[in-house]
């Protein structure tokens, strides 16, 4: 029964009773406190609906650890992970080598490459050096025949064919493999080449 319904409760009248406007009065009194009761309980719940914690889904708790297989898994990990290390490092240590061996035999090779530059360049030398002095020696020599001293082969005439300098050059560059005339060909000096 709400409130309404007691305050309005009608009762038949009848001759030996009670006074009528007294149990209106107590009525609507009692529709009063159950009004009041009623408003107190819905405030109540609210309350008590907001200061309720949200449900939270509980996560399911893991298992126990068992430390010493734990301790052993971590230990069969690391164990596998060195032997991988190790045999990394041994793979780079002979590739290393490999590489190694091979720029020391490049390296080699060059040297004996230097070497025989070197004593091609000592020959270039000392064929130029004596152009040279085939040259000097004919410029000076006086008109006819000249033989030249140790020097197999026929004589030549300094009137058909004179040489100087621009025939040695032509010479060198012929022997260097220089096509053009304009290439200049410089000679060292005896003390600039290493013999």
């Known amino acids: 029964m709400n409130p309404e319904e007691i305050a309005s409760k009608e009762f038949p009248v009848v001759m030996r009773g ?15 406190l159950v009004a009041a009761r009623d408003a107190r309980i819905a405030a109540l719940e609210g309350e008590l609906a907001g200061s309720r914690p949200t449900p939270v889904a509980t996560a399911p708790t893991p298992p126990a650890l068992d ?13 596998s992970i060195l032997t991988c290390a190790d045999a990394t ?26 070497v025989d530059v070197h004593q091609l360049l000592g ?21 006819g025949e000249v033989t030249l001293p140790d020097t197999p082969g026929p004589t030549i005439s ?22 053009r005339d304009d290439q200049e060909v410089r000679v ?6 290493p013999g």
């Open 18 to 32: 009670y006074v009528r406007e007294e149990v209106h009065a107590f009525l609507a009194s009692v529709a009063g």
């Open 158 to 179: 300094v009137a058909d064919e004179p040489r100087g300098d621009h025939e040695v050059r032509t010479v060198l560059g012929e022997v260097l493999g220089l096509d």
């Open 89 to 114: 490092a041994e793979r780079m240590k002979a590739q290393a080598g490999v590489a190694a061996e091979r720029v020391r035999t490049d390296l080699s090779q060059i040297g004996s490459g230097l």
């Open 188 to 193: 060292p000096e005896e003390g600039q080449v």
């Open 123 to 143: 020959e270039l030398v000392s064929l130029v050096q004596s152009l040279t002095e085939e040259s000097a020696l004919l410029a000076t020599a006086p008109a």
């Open 67 to 79: 430390r010493t297989a734990l301790l052993r898994h971590l230990g069969e990990e690391a164990a």
